[in-house]
């Protein structure tokens, strides 16, 4: 089965700073890909989906991640930090033999300096 | 159009005891899926059910059963409970087509056995 892993527990930035959130995936086909957010108490909202054509993804709320295939990798992005982007972040793989089986990563939370 | 709703939103209970997690959808999806998620580990999925009438277990399903009411709702139950099921407890859905389609996460039960 697929996996994620998510490599960073927890991440530190100033408002205002760029952001890269790392995502490595395993699976023996070209997966499909995506990048929820989780505010605290809620539940998870889609931020931005790969399945296939031009590798670099734009989503909601500022972010883009870039699939990358040699090295089998989601990272997502940001140019500048908003402190209402505290939240954790969730990668994951769904496989394409069976449309219902999703694996997340153990997620990635961000704290937003002032 | 609510999304996905779960009820109850908290629960409390003693090793031993039963009880059933509602969710509903107003999408006229048609799968639907009970994840948990426990520190550190993301969400795993418990049970899914890809259209009305059918239901496959996921990656942790022991001790838990599911029923697919109609197309709107999925319920989850523990016969008996135990402290290891303590978790929050995600119901989601999805449209039909292909697994491209993401997921849509209600707000979640935090639930804890004593």
């Known amino acids: 089965a697929q996996s994620v892993t998510q490599p960073d527990i927890h991440i530190t930035v100033s408002e205002g700073a760029s952001l890269e959130l790392r995502c490595n995936y395993s699976?023996?086909?070209?997966?499909?890909l995506f990048w929820y957010v989780q505010s605290p108490g809620q539940g998870l909202q889609l931020l931005l989906k790969?399945?296939?054509?031009?590798?670099l993804v734009q989503g909601i709320k500022g972010f883009e991640a870039e699939f990358k295939r040699s090295q089998s990798s989601f990272n997502l992005r940001k140019p500048s930090v908003h402190w209402s982007d505290a939240a954790e972040y969730f990668c994951a793989v769904g496989a394409v033999y069976n449309n219902n089986d999703m694996r997340f990563g153990a997620g990635t939370r961000l704290t937003v300096k002032p | 159009n609510a999304g996905v709703t779960q009820t109850p939103k908290f629960q409390v209970l003693k090793t031993g005891q039963s009880m059933t997690l509602q969710c509903a959808q107003d999408m006229n999806h048609n799968s639907m899926y009970w994840y948990r998620q426990d520190p550190g580990m993301g969400l795993r999925l418990i049970y899914y059910?890809?259209?009305?009438?059918?239901?496959d277990k996921g990656e942790v399903p022991n001790g838990y059963n599911v029923s697919r009411l109609n197309k709107r709702e999925f319920s989850l139950r523990l016969e008996s409970a135990a402290p290891s099921q303590t978790s929050v407890y995600f119901c989601a859905s999805k449209g039909s087509g292909a697994g491209r389609n993401e997921q849509f996460f209600g707000p979640g039960t935090r639930l804890t056995v004593l």
């Open positions: 699976y023996g086909a070209t997966p499909y």
């Open positions: 059910s890809a259209s009305e009438g059918t239901t």
């Open positions: 790969y399945f296939s054509g031009d590798t």
